[in-house]
């Protein structure tokens, strides 16, 4: 009872930013799964396309992830990057639908993430000056609570229209609908007034000056972790590779988004009580599991497959929002957007040689060396984490 009533003690723009994300990944993960059936059944593209695809995509919108944090920082205004961010990305992933070649493909993705790298930095400065510090995890967690409930919305909505009959096409040109949604919400949000002069932020420098080593060290994990941490495309790919039918691959991505929407919160307020660090190697520790998992697991076993989906979903639920706490635990005031671009950046950025290694190893080695690499990778930085990069001395504030 006391954390419901956190929750509903929330500031409207949480509530409203939670909302805006909801109707995006609505349309967004509605689209999502069937990229990789799209790419492979109807444009007869592979894993390293599907890799190149997607690394492309996330590392040109990570570094505008840097520069729209810079700039909301030196403008102290992030509502319009945030509607700009939104708009581009809801009318992009749509025309996927009319895409005949796997560049075309490339190039609306590459729109996508865009617009997410656009909002992103902003969005996350916006929801951080919202709320009071002693918060921080538990309005981070319904903001990734609330958009993980997208994401179970959007498949079960793919697959119902799959199962209706509907073709590929036209369950991902039907994604316009909540993003025309999205837009007018995210036209409503209002910026909090500023609390007294904020100091001006040192000159952007790509040393980070300004920026605490603590921080830096954990970009420096973070990275680790990320280059294990390809798309998660190849996850669907690897479900359809062990022979779980096409409508029930959203499914899959349904349940695991459904156990992220209900940790989410509970474990992210966690967090302000026991510390930062702790949920995160959880989590981290999680996800090498996981990934163990779906390397080893024979083919012809969907109970087995949805139950490791579902595991997928504790590491989302006990990492999203507390890594995101943690930099606004690390972070100036002054320089908060550009330490969210700078970890927006990272965790971006290295997804490029993380997909492509991942889909070269997928392709040519197989599944388990790929997927063995990843967890090896997330093992690694799961200890580097508390041992160097941010010694675990007391619960708060990481």
């Given at each position: 009872m006391t954390m419901f009533r956190a929750i509903l003690s929330l500031p409207r723009t949480v509530w409203l930013i939670g909302l805006i994300s909801l109707l995006n990944d609505s349309a967004s993960e509605m689209v999502y799964p069937l990229v990789p059936l799209y790419l492979t059944a109807v444009l007869?593209?592979?894993?390293?396309?599907?890799?190149?695809?997607?690394?492309?995509?996330?590392?040109?919108?990570?570094?505008?992830?840097?520069?729209s944090g810079v700039i909301v920082d030196r403008t102290q205004r992030a509502k319009p990057w945030v509607?700009?961010?939104?708009?581009?990305?809801?009318?992009?992933?749509?025309?996927?639908?009319?895409?005949?070649?796997w560049p075309a493909v490339a190039l609306l993705r590459f729109g996508d993430r865009v617009g997410k790298g656009l909002r992103s930095s902003p969005r996350d400065s916006l929801l951080a000056a919202s709320v009071d510090p002693g918060v921080r995890g538990l309005a981070f967690g319904l903001h990734r609570a609330m958009d993980n409930a997208g994401a179970v919305v959007g498949p079960l909505l793919a697959a119902l229209l799959l199962g209706l009959g509907w073709e590929l096409r036209e369950v991902i040109l039907f994604a316009a609908a909540p993003a025309v949604a999205c837009l007018i919400m995210a036209l409503l949000l209002r910026e909090p007034a500023p609390n007294g002069a904020r100091p001006t932020p040192p000159a952007f420098s790509w040393r980070l000056a300004g920026l605490p080593p603590a921080f830096k060290r954990y970009l420096v994990v973070l990275g680790l972790f990320t280059l294990g941490n390809s798309s998660n495309m190849f996850l669907l790919l690897r479900a359809q590779e062990l022979g779980l039918p096409q409508a029930q691959v959203p499914l899959a991505w349904a349940a695991m988004s459904l156990v992220a929407t209900l940790f989410s919160t509970p474990l992210s307020a966690l967090s302000d009580r026991v510390g930062r660090v702790r949920l995160i190697v959880a989590g981290w520790l999680a996800y090498g599991a996981f990934y163990l998992g779906l390397g080893l697991l024979p083919p012809g076993t969907p109970l087995a497959l949805f139950g490791l989906f579902a595991f997928y979903?504790?590491?989302?639920?006990?990492?999203?929002?507390?890594?995101?706490?943690?930099?606004?635990?690390?972070?100036?005031?002054?320089?908060?957007?550009?330490?969210?671009?700078?970890?927006?950046l990272i965790a971006g950025l290295v997804l490029l040689p993380a997909s492509l290694l991942f889909g070269a190893l997928y392709q040519g080695v197989g599944a388990l060396a790929a997927f063995g690499f990843s967890a090896a990778c997330a093992f690694a930085a799961a200890l580097l984490l508390p041992i160097w990069a941010l010694r675990v001395t007391q619960p708060a504030p990481y």
């Open positions: 007869m593209a592979g894993p390293r396309a599907l890799g190149l695809i997607e690394g492309i995509a996330e590392a040109t919108a990570s570094l505008l992830k840097l520069f509607v700009g961010g939104y708009a581009l990305a809801g009318f992009a992933r749509p025309l996927i639908a009319f895409a005949t070649s979903g504790t590491f989302m639920a006990a990492t999203e929002g507390v890594e995101k706490a943690l930099v606004a635990d690390l972070a100036p005031a002054a320089l908060r957007g550009t330490a969210f671009g700078w970890f927006n």
